[in-house]
């Protein structure tokens, strides 16, 4: 099932909603790198994102050292940019 990409007016109200998501050079994602006080604050934050993209089937790439998430969202079936992914940007900024 191929998902709509969102269009150039559309991902342009979302960075303008989320400057502190970057655009990954490809066009196809979007990054955002957080920092946290410790561990036990990076791995709740984690989870909370994690039950949020469970309920909404749409999961998130992410790599964890200690106090560090990196994030990327993409929709592999819009191949770049989606409607989930600003719903999820929107549902991560509601959990900081």
Do not use: C
Request: hydrophobic share 50%; aromatic share 10%; no cysteine.
């Amino acid at each position: 099932m191929t998902i709509p990409r969102l269009t150039q007016a559309e991902l342009d109200a979302l960075l303008a909603q989320a400057p502190e998501w970057q655009l990954r050079a490809d066009g196809k994602a979007l990054e955002r790198k957080f920092v946290f006080a410790d561990f036990n604050e990076a791995f709740g934050f984690m989870t909370r994102v994690a039950l949020y993209a469970e309920k909404a089937d749409h999961h998130p790439e992410w790599f964890n050292v200690y106090n560090r998430v990196e994030i990327t969202l993409t929709t592999h079936d819009a191949d770049g940019l989606s409607a989930r992914d600003a719903a999820m940007v929107r549902a991560i900024a509601g959990m900081l």
